[in-house]
């Protein structure tokens, strides 16, 4: 079967973001951009079926401006087999990605969609479930252990308090969390094969899609900061605070 | 004019979840409904009708809905939800799973975790781990959003208690299927609605060392926490965690120990009423948002503060 996994670009998670002054967004030239790590986290646990033997093809797709075309080689270093590109500069919202995912799932026809549980721009964390809902799929979201079977999918989610385990009838939606697996380290050789791969790059047009933007965003703001505190010395100190100057113990 | 808001409940137990949803609800100045589908789910519908501003409960009960499985509870909201201008779902992990399912069924935009309501079409919701706040407005003709809790108080109990309409199911899916739970039974509050929590992080140094942390929260009738770092580390579950990727706290009092203060995890807990950081660090930047900052040795500190209460 074939495997499919999206990946977005995202602002890197290591950069301190800045709201742009006139409040339009924040700001994203000259930022280091990266793909985002659930979304790493889809692509290694794609590939690993793979390699197990539960896969023939893994395809990553993204959908985005052209420099998104980096972040699907480095899905492709990671151990896809082929890229598709859904190339526009519109703002993407989550219900406009899916209905592009949902167009590449009917042309390239897999039996499992991995994607990140969220994206740590936006955090909307939607994609996967819209995804499934659009294609009239099982989903399993924040999925920390993936098990193949004949035609199922044996899902471990993290749920509040713990664990809940779905099998799902495949074709299905998983969506990734923290634990699924640590995706490994990109090696030279694989960023050299990574360039031989094909990608291919179609158009919301192309799929018959409509992507623009449904939500209007009116402002983007800094938060409320919150004020530094003071320092106490010793635990004394500290408890004397907690129970007369704040009394919360 | 009215709201629906999807319960998230234990069958015989309401979650606190639900009752800030209700009051993030009673904003929209609508008539307020709740829906409760499970399975043996009267107990829940029952402490569902006795909130305030709950105008109607709405019961669907039935054996394929006992597990919350996505396909079937947005099955049954989509049955309800075209007699509503806004349905409300708490951003929890039940509440994530589920909404989206129901928005993409009605072409709608789902607006995630909102911190805030200006009115019916508008609304606040934090971007990038809460480093930046977006006001969106809506003009899909029902309103899908799920609800930041720490930013909305518990709807208080009521005079006087709603009725309950007892609605039949719709079919449940055969394509998902529940196979089992794990969720360790607990002495300690869930985390999301304690009143104090108590986190550590990579400064803990092991998963042994988080019984320190243990017997503190026992103290203090705490819930334990912990960064996306000690969990990385192997220290504590994935279900302890704290921050951007994980769950969103703002208890009265936290108590942040060995915890770096990575933007990621500010983002999980800065609204917290009163922040205590315990760090060897001076420079963490824990202790730019700590009320009160301890600069010294966990190891040392923790058991003299467990001693000492």
Redesign the interface.
């Known amino acids: 079967m074939k495997i499919m996994a999206a990946v977005k670009r995202v602002?890197d998670?290591n950069v301190?973001?800045r709201?742009k002054a006139d409040q339009s967004g924040?700001e994203t030239s000259n930022v280091k951009m990266s793909m985002n790590p659930?979304d790493e986290i889809a692509v290694e646990a794609a590939t690993r079926l793979k390699e197990g033997g539960h896969a023939s093809e893994v395809i990553a797709v993204t959908c985005g401006p052209a420099q998104s075309t980096e972040t699907l080689r480095t899905a492709l270093a990671i151990g896809a087999d082929r890229g598709v590109h859904i190339l526009t500069d519109v703002e993407l919202?989550?219900?406009a990605v899916?209905k592009l995912l949902k167009a590449a799932v009917e042309r390239e026809q897999p039996q499992l969609v991995i994607l990140g549980k969220?994206a740590?721009?936006?955090?909307?964390?939607?994609?996967?479930?819209?995804?499934?809902?659009?294609l009239d799929?099982?989903?399993?979201?924040?999925a920390?252990n993936i098990r193949i079977g004949a035609n199922t999918a044996?899902v471990t989610r993290?749920?509040?308090?713990?664990?809940?385990?779905?099998?799902?009838?495949l074709p299905?939606i998983v969506t990734t969390?923290?634990?699924l697996n640590e995706p490994r380290y990109v090696t030279l050789p694989n960023i050299m094969k990574a360039k031989k791969k094909p990608i291919e790059t179609w158009s919301p047009a192309d799929l018959g899609v409509d992507a623009s933007a449904?939500?209007?965003?009116?402002?983007?703001?800094?938060?409320a900061a919150?004020k530094?505190?003071?320092?106490?010395?010793?635990?004394?100190a500290?408890?004397d605070?907690?129970k007369n100057e704040?009394k919360?113990? | 004019m009215t709201t629906l808001v999807i319960a998230d409940h234990e069958g015989a137990r309401l979650k606190a979840a639900t009752l800030n949803t209700i009051s993030a609800a009673r904003q929209l100045n609508n008539g307020v409904h709740v829906l409760v589908a499970g399975h043996d789910a009267r107990g829940a519908a029952d402490a569902a009708r006795i909130i305030e501003g709950v105008d109607r409960v709405v019961l669907v009960d039935a054996p394929h809905l006992a597990d919350g499985l996505a396909e079937n509870i947005a099955a049954q909201v989509l049955m309800l939800a075209t007699s509503y201008t806004h349905v409300l779902f708490p951003a929890t992990a039940a509440g994530k799973n589920v909404a989206p399912r129901v928005a993409a069924n009605l072409d709608a935009s789902q607006i995630s975790d909102v911190i805030a309501i200006h009115d019916a079409d508008t609304f606040d919701r934090p971007i990038y781990a809460g480093n930046a706040i977006a006001t969106v407005r809506c003009d899909d003709a029902i309103k899908v959003l799920t609800i930041r809790t720490t930013a909305f108080d518990a709807a208080p109990s009521a005079s006087a208690p709603a009725p309950v309409d007892t609605k039949a199911a719709v079919a449940g899916t055969q394509r998902a299927r529940f196979v089992r739970r794990e969720v360790p039974v607990s002495e300690r509050p869930e985390l999301t609605s304690a009143r104090i929590v108590v986190s550590g992080g990579r400064g803990m140094g092991s998963a042994e060392n988080f019984a320190l942390l243990d017997s503190l929260a026992q103290k203090l009738g705490a819930a334990v926490g912990a960064s996306r770092a000690a969990v990385d580390s192997g220290f504590a579950p994935n279900d302890w965690q704290v921050g951007q990727t994980g769950k969103i706290v703002a208890p009265q009092l936290y108590v942040a120990v060995g915890i770096s203060g990575a933007i990621q995890h500010l983002a999980g807990m800065k609204d917290s009423k009163v922040i205590v950081a315990v760090n060897k660090d001076a420079e963490a930047p824990i202790f730019s948002v700590a009320d009160y900052g301890l600069v010294g040795d966990l190891f040392e500190a923790i058991p003299q503060l467990t001693q000492a209460l």
């Open positions: 602002v998670y301190n973001v709201v924040v659930f919202q989550p219900l899916a969220q740590i721009d936006d955090d909307a964390g939607q994609t996967g479930q819209l995804l499934a809902a659009l799929w099982p989903q399993a979201t924040f920390s044996t993290e749920v509040d308090g713990g664990l809940e385990v779905l099998e799902l009838t299905a969390d923290l634990r449904r939500l209007k965003t009116l402002k983007v703001v800094e938060p919150r530094a505190g003071g320092r106490v010395n010793d635990v004394a500290l408890i605070k907690l704040a919360v113990i």
